[in-house]
């Protein structure tokens, strides 16, 4: 009785088996490019929307219950953050050595990062600089519904305002992408903030 050949066992050969990795090294990578440029974007976007919140909070806030409240910057490349602190009493002028009260935190991460406070409503200027700043900016609301860079003390009842409203600029982490760049803008004379796309 003749034998009956057996199929031969089929299997990958060693260069087709590295050539299937390598292309799979690669869709992997710019996977993951895509997903952190899409991370970037959404987490820029977060927190510039957090910080509009947060300032038109504070705003509310101050109309309803006549406590002066600061927004207070703290720029850094990473951590960044803004707090939102009440007055020790109500009405103006205050103490000269009114403690204020922290009421809400807003923190940028990883992805994203508060890049410059400007003391003017820059709606067609674009003062960010050419690089992050870093240090601390205050903002102050007043129960009257206007913005300010100082606030009206007992011994100083007539502090003048040095500011002429307020911009946020937020941006990813490295500020080149334009369209991961927002700005909030304040009114000097209404407090209102308004958020716009790119600066």
């Not at 903002?139 to 307020?166: E, H, I, Q, R, W």
């Amino acid at each position: 009785m003749p034998r009956r050949a057996h199929p031969r066992a089929r299997g990958f050969t060693l260069p087709e088996l590295m050539a299937v990795i390598a292309i799979v090294g690669v869709m992997a990578a710019i996977a993951m490019s895509a997903l952190g440029r899409s991370g970037d974007a959404q987490n820029s976007a977060s927190l510039a929307r957090s910080l509009q919140f947060a300032i038109m909070g504070a705003r509310n806030s101050t109309l309803s219950d006549n406590f002066i409240r600061r927004v207070s910057c703290t720029l850094a490349a990473t951590n960044g953050n803004c707090t939102v602190d009440r007055a020790c009493q109500s009405g103006s002028p205050l103490p000269s050595s009114c403690t204020f009260t922290q009421e809400q935190k807003v923190t940028a991460n990883s992805h994203a990062t508060l890049w410059n406070v400007t003391s003017s409503t820059d709606i067609t200027a674009n003062n960010a600089g050419g690089s992050q700043v870093s240090g601390t900016k205050t903002m102050y609301l007043k129960p009257d519904g206007t913005v300010c860079d100082n606030y009206p003390t007992v011994a100083a009842p007539t502090t003048l305002c040095s500011s002429n409203g307020f911009t946020f600029y937020v941006s990813d982490v490295n500020g080149s992408n334009l369209a991961n760049r927002y700005k909030i803008y304040v009114y000097s004379y209404t407090g209102m903030p308004r958020m716009v796309n790119q600066w």
